[in-house]
């Protein structure tokens, strides 16, 4: 048998072999993507920013994607996995401010340094395909989406309450809302009312709801949140009356079953019914006051608000069911955009209405008995009694079972004409306005005559033009520059103007992923035939952060291109995976605001891009956030340079089937166990890249060089074992793969290779662990087939190094073997 021979002095090049590789794959186009798939696997990560460099957080995101990607492609995908620039909107915008340059500048010049960032970590990004949305070539067809949405009426312009970003000076949807301040800047939001474009996703609320169940492999936690935010209750609308108008107050509920124990209604503090209610003088100072400071809160803050509070009317309604006379207050907690802005009030039966009550000394009435058919007293309860069961002090259904008393009182109000069934929505029109500069030009002309009217698509797109002042001002800046916005209608021929706002920058997010299919046409949008090619998204990679903006809007986005007839998917992405976030050293987000970006640039010039990935693999699961340290680049580097990059020199350049399985014939004992070993650390490091977990693979394949002695092992296995450890390693770590790939003699590229197979053979019931005791006293132990025979096992426990020097001077008198456990060697 041909043992290996000692390693050879291999220096590890970092720069020269990533620049090599890098150099390499560009010009043949390695990860250049068909138009016509054959087995096709579509990776997708989030576009970025282009406000700044890309940072340690961009560069986990990417280089997860990047393994993914090489790994599929070395198991006989064809790869589309392209990328680009989410380049309009408030981030690129107020970056640009900040820096005292133009946002178009600003924008461009991050584009270039961030591309060339993304290029040196060699991500196999198909750059053919790369979009960048501030564009006119983009930004064209996303005004042409708007126009289709605003041709079926689900475009619309109306007068509402929206949130208003004091800093930004612009207007922002409620998911851009986070604790009542502006989620770019942290600065406080107030409402305004103001005349703001919107689209009509409540239409699609059922749908984005229902299809979720078709999305086993998204995050249960991004579905439930989603299901949260939709919110969709299932109830009954019913009309009680205000008592000296006689007009109807509608009121959605969950518990019509409840409508008996009603004592008071609450309205939003912005609901119209307010303006025409017949408040009496002596409440009318107290309401106009509660009504201003309500304006001051932003929604989410009212909703947040853990202690409710009101101020009573002095006007009354009268409840359908029971003719009793009802207090109306007025309450910001209740939200003019949810059900009807006005609520009925059961403070026996809910929790936030019980608290409410006992605050303002609002009467209680009980008219749902407890599980155990028990009545509770008003005046003994200590929280309100929340689930279902009989129902008493309420007429006609008196001794109505809680399973039938939704049923039972919803038919009695369709068939009274006093309510009827309804489902309800916590979802609101997405609201797309933005009073800035930097956005996809609203593709409207207002007209006196005509009203509305939509650029014809031949005139598209309508270019964004270059101002010199571009500051938010609390109105568009657009609407300052009368080349643009005097225009003649294109219906009548008169006077008209363009609409001066810009498009939320959310819009141009929620079609990107279908650009990349055909970033050239310019007829469509995309092709249908490169939609039924590529479609769905296979992984979609990215922070769950984006759970109730972006990952809804691309949905609704999805169904309704597919509604009309461009798309045939129904949902845009099989599988989403959500990457951990990247903090500082002290456990803080990264972010440019905190001053705290790290740029892996300087990591890579340092160490090089390669380690730099293994680093970060390394440092946790890939779905966990981090906390930053040097230290573990440190760490990875010293296992490169010294451990793993110098295996190439055992290998001695004879050429070995790698689709070949040794047969356990041909192995001696180390040999099998090396094979059994590689066996299943391939195994292992393939289950771990199907669940996007690189930093256990990582650490497979430290376990087995640790184990690995090639001295007592055949030639050909040692190559065969060092050639499988470089694919392995090869989507982690490509610069480096490829490099050792060339240097076995292998052709170019590693990652047109087959992803290794594990041997069946040589996994299970492969190797056991037997003690080895002397006089009963154990002295080591040993590795062994777990078919091996007992003559076998007890000369190999004899000469184990560590037995062998409590035997070696005494005689030995018995030999005990208890099968697949221990050896005893009795001696004296």
Not at 174 to 198: A, H, M, T, Y
């Amino acid at each position: 048998m041909e043992q290996s021979k000692d390693k050879k002095e291999i220096v590890y090049d970092f720069k020269n072999i990533e620049n090599k590789w890098r150099r390499r794959w560009e010009e043949t186009e390695l990860f250049k993507a068909p138009e016509k798939p054959k087995n096709k696997f579509y990776l997708l990560v989030m576009f970025a920013y282009p406000s700044g460099d890309v940072h340690m957080g961009h560069f986990r995101n990417y280089t997860i994607g990047d393994a993914m990607a090489r790994y599929k492609m070395m198991n006989g995908h064809e790869i589309l996995h392209p990328f680009g620039w989410d380049a309009f909107g408030l981030p690129a915008e107020n970056a640009a401010i900040s820096h005292n340059e133009h946002p178009s500048d600003w924008t461009l010049q991050n584009i270039e340094t961030s591309r060339d960032t993304l290029k040196k970590v060699g991500v196999s990004f198909d750059w053919n395909r790369e979009i960048t949305s501030c564009m006119p070539e983009y930004y064209r067809w996303s005004q042409w989406i708007f126009l289709r949405m605003f041709e079926r009426d689900l475009a619309y312009r109306k007068k509402a309450k929206v949130n208003w970003c004091t800093k930004c000076n612009t207007v922002l949807a409620n998911e851009q809302v986070v604790d009542g301040k502006c989620e770019r800047d942290d600065s406080p939001v107030e409402i305004r009312d103001l005349e703001q474009w919107f689209l009509k996703i409540t239409d699609y609320a059922d749908r984005l709801v229902d299809s979720l169940d078709n999305l086993p492999d998204w995050p249960d936690s991004i579905k439930a949140i989603q299901r949260e935010w939709i919110g969709r209750s299932e109830g009954c609308e019913i009309d009680f009356i205000i008592e000296d108008s006689c007009e109807k107050l509608p009121v959605f509920t969950t518990r019509p079953d409840t409508v008996y124990g009603v004592t008071f209604m609450a309205i939003a503090p912005e609901a119209e019914i307010m303006q025409r209610l017949n408040i009496p003088a002596d409440r009318r100072a107290a309401v106009d006051e509660y009504i201003e400071k309500a304006k001051k809160k932003t929604e989410v803050e009212r909703a947040a608000a853990e202690e409710k509070d009101g101020v009573f009317t002095g006007c009354y309604a009268v409840n359908p069911f029971s003719g009793e006379k009802i207090q109306l207050w007025v309450g910001d907690y209740v939200l003019a955009g949810y059900g009807t802005g006005a609520v009925m009030a059961v403070p026996a039966h809910d929790q936030r209405d019980f608290e409410f009550a006992r605050k303002y000394d609002v009467p209680i009435r009980v008219v749902i008995k407890t599980t155990e058919g028990v009545e509770l007293k008003p005046d003994e309860m200590i929280e309100a009694y929340t689930e279902y069961g009989e129902m008493v002090n309420s007429g006609p259904f008196d001794g109505t079972p809680g399973a039938s008393a939704i049923a039972d009182t919803i038919k009695y109000a369709e068939e009274k004409k006093i309510g009827r069934s309804r489902i309800n929505y916590r979802l609101r029109d997405w609201l797309i306005s933005r009073q800035r500069y930097w956005g996809t030009p609203i593709p409207i002309i207002h007209c006196p005559k005509c009203g509305e009217v939509p650029v014809p698509d031949e005139d598209l797109p309508v270019i964004l033009p270059e101002v010199t002042n571009y500051l938010p001002k609390g109105r568009s800046p657009l609407a300052d520059i009368p080349e643009f916005i005097n225009v003649k209608c294109p219906k009548c021929g008169g006077e008209a103007e363009r609409d001066a706002d810009t498009m939320d920058t959310f819009i141009c997010s929620s079609w990107y992923f279908l650009r990349y299919l055909d970033p050239n046409n310019e007829s469509a949008p995309f092709s249908k035939e490169s939609a039924d090619n590529w479609l769905p998204v296979d992984l979609y990679i990215g922070g769950a952060e984006h759970s109730v903006g972006h990952l809804i809007y691309f949905r609704f986005f999805t169904k309704f291109l597919k509604d009309i007839g461009l798309l045939e998917a129904d949902e845009p992405a099989k599988q989403l995976y959500n990457h951990g976030m990247v903090n500082d050293e002290q456990g803080r987000k990264m972010s440019k605001r905190l001053g705290n970006v790290i740029s892996p640039i300087g990591l890579i010039e340092n160490d090089g891009g390669d380690i730099l990935r293994l680093a970060m693999f390394f440092k946790g699961p890939s779905n966990v956030s981090l906390d930053w340290s040097h230290d573990i680049v440190e760490n990875m580097s010293r296992f490169v340079v010294k451990k793993f990059f110098p295996l190439i020199g055992l290998v001695d350049g004879e050429q070995i089937d790698l689709k070949y399985y040794f047969k356990k014939d041909e192995l001696n004992l180390d040999e099998f166990r090396t094979y059994v070993r590689l066996n299943q650390t391939i195994k292992s490091i393939t289950h771990d890249f199907d669940l996007l977990q690189f930093h256990t693979s990582i650490a497979a394949i430290m376990k087995f060089i640790n184990e690995f002695d090639p001295k007592k092992l055949d030639q050909k296995l040692v190559n065969y074992c060092v050639i499988k450890l470089v694919q392995l390693m090869a989507p982690m770590a490509p610069s480096l793969a490829e490099e050792m790939w060339e240097m076995a003699g292998k052709p170019y590229s590693i990652f047109n290779s087959e992803w290794p197979q594990f041997d069946p053979e040589a996994i299970v019931a492969d190797t056991i662990t037997i003690a080895v005791q002397v006089n009963g006293k154990l002295r080591g132990t040993i590795d062994m087939a777990a078919d091996a025979d007992e003559a076998t096992i007890l000369e190999a426990a004899k000469s184990d190094g560590k037995v062998n020097s409590h035997i070696s001077d005494k005689t030995i008198v018995k030999e005990i073997y208890v099968k697949g456990k221990l050896v005893n060697l009795v001696v004296k």
